[in-house]
């Protein structure tokens, strides 16, 4: 089976974890890397079809399939139109694969193509249970879902034993106000509880953080990296320091684009840190409460930080069951590109 995946193929974000998948499964792929074809480093600043130079980019594509590949994959295809669509699927044998994780319905991510488009394409897979309804529903019927997962090639990893000293809670993402609402919530909650046992404070590092509060500051947001940035404006490396670093993991989901899961979700025990989040259908169905996770929600949220603090334990004996779970599941991003594979050689 030959392969040729297109996409933002750069270590260290999620595209090339599911790049890697397919290579770790024994698959025999190529690749396209969309980064070399981009025309600015502001590419959030522009319009899709601004954004790459594409002529050359579809150009490129079709010598790439004069090899006859038996899948093309288009890891977020929003940078082409419907007529290179067309005219790939009435000039190559090869089945088309995309793979989208953010919502088509509720959010507008500059698609340059339509549902004939979809309607098209072999295999669409997709980690929002609401794109699965809505493409259902304007008659796109091959679509599949594909959770969400971390990658183990990633994870670092040191022994730690939290102690009663200092709790470090974490989180490391993009500025949302469901997630400013949801941080202001714990960090008052910590604040409220360090009256009587003072041993927590919170981080956090993410892009927009230190803008959105550039009047306020506030003393647990950290300034972004300058140079080097990767994950949530700081650099890959750091990322995974920090995520195993931290006691306890904030586990937010995005509201704005409809998740019940987020990279972090996994990526959090696998680091051997306690995964503090909110509950959804699927965080419900893969994790349990204070074993091998904490649920919280605005409500409960004072007498769940005050049970953690005053049972340093408890927050070993769930970083370790989180972790175990990790690693006994099929929660790394090369099982989710396992479940790919079985579905696009079964039919």
């Known amino acids: 089976m030959k392969l040729l995946f297109i996409g933002n193929v750069v270590y260290g974000n999620s595209c090339y974890s599911r790049y890697r998948g397919f290579i770790r499964n024994g698959i025999n792929v190529d690749y396209i890397n969309i980064e070399d074809y981009k025309i600015s480093n502001f590419i959030r600043f522009v319009p899709s079809r601004m954004r790459y130079y594409t002529t050359r980019l579809k150009k490129d594509i079709f010598i790439k399939l004069s090899a006859n590949y038996d899948f093309v994959l288009f890891d977020q295809p929003f940078y082409l139109d419907d007529d290179f669509f067309f005219n790939l699927k009435n000039s190559s044998n090869s089945k088309i694969i995309f793979h989208m994780t953010d919502d088509l319905e509720y959010l507008d991510h500059g698609l340059m193509f339509d549902f004939k ?4 394409i072999n295999y669409i897979f997709t980690c929002n249970k609401h ?6 529903e304007n008659g796109v019927k091959n679509v599949y879902y594909n959770e969400l997962g971390f990658d183990d090639e990633y994870v670092r990893l040191i ?3 939290v102690n009663s000293k200092k709790i470090s809670f974490g989180f490391i993402g993009h500025y949302e106000k469901e997630y400013a609402k949801s941080i202001e919530a714990i960090n008052s909650s910590i604040n ?3 009256l009587e046992y003072n041993n927590a404070y919170l981080q956090l590092y993410g892009s927009g953080w230190y803008r959105k509060n550039f009047f306020k500051k506030k003393k647990y947001i950290n300034m972004p990296d300058l140079f ?5 404006a700081i650099s890959h490396n750091k990322y995974w320091t920090l995520l195993n670093k931290f006691d306890i993991g904030i586990g937010l989901f995005s509201s704005m684009n409809r998740n019940n899961t987020a990279g972090r979700t996994f990526e959090i025990p696998a680091s051997n840190t306690l995964l503090l989040t909110k509950q959804s259908d699927i965080i419900n169905n893969i994790f349990t409460n204070y074993d091998t996770a904490i649920f919280w929600d605005e409500k409960n949220i004072n007498y769940v930080i005050r049970h953690i603090l005053s049972d340093i334990s408890l927050i070993n004996k769930i970083s370790r069951n989180g972790f175990e779970l990790m690693n006994d599941g099929k929660y790394r991003w090369v ?3 396992d479940e790919i594979i079985k579905i696009i050689t079964s039919n």
């Open 131 to 136: 794109n699965i309804k809505f493409l259902n």
């Open 192 to 194: 409220l509880c360090n």
């Open 228 to 232: 080097n940035k990767g994950y949530g």
């Open 159 to 161: 022994n730690k034993n």
């Open 335 to 337: 099982d989710r590109v």
């Open 117 to 120: 488009v979809l309607k098209k």
